[in-house]
């Protein structure tokens, strides 16, 4: 059973930074596609960044560009998630997903991942 962990989320002031691990258990991670997603109340979820573990490719949401920079350790079964310079719109919940495969033009769309796992809490406050 594939199961995806996030820790990290906690509560900032506007400008600070946060670092958010996705945990992948009952499987180890060599060609896939891991994506970090938020979700604010009442908002879609969006897709932030994504990594294909077999390379190191990344890919990132315009919003987040320049401050959020996505990593993985395939020997810790990880993928990383560095936000800084946080602002009050990246408040939401985080979660981490996961696909078999390079992450395509699509990367950003829910219903091309495999597993999800239950999401970390981020507040920023200004």
């Known amino acids: 059973q594939v199961q995806l962990v996030e820790s990290g989320g906690g509560s900032v002031q506007a400008g600070e930074s946060l670092s958010l691990s996705c945990v992948v258990f009952?499987?180890?991670?060599?060609?896939?596609?891991i994506g970090w997603f938020r979700q604010a109340p009442g908002k879609e979820r969006e897709g932030v960044a994504s990594i294909y573990t077999g390379a190191g490719w990344t890919l990132y949401a315009d919003s987040v560009k320049g401050r959020f920079t996505i990593s993985h350790d395939n020997a810790k079964n990880t993928v990383y998630l560095q936000m800084n310079s946080l602002k009050p719109e990246d408040a939401a919940t985080y979660y981490c997903?996961?696909?078999?495969?390079?992450?395509?033009?699509?990367?950003?769309?829910?219903?091309?991942?495999?597993?999800w796992g239950q999401g970390t809490q981020v507040t920023v406050s200004s």
């Open positions: 997903a996961a696909r078999y495969g390079y992450c395509s033009r699509d990367w950003r769309n829910r219903a091309v991942y495999n597993y």
């Open positions: 009952g499987y180890t991670l060599t060609n896939e596609c």
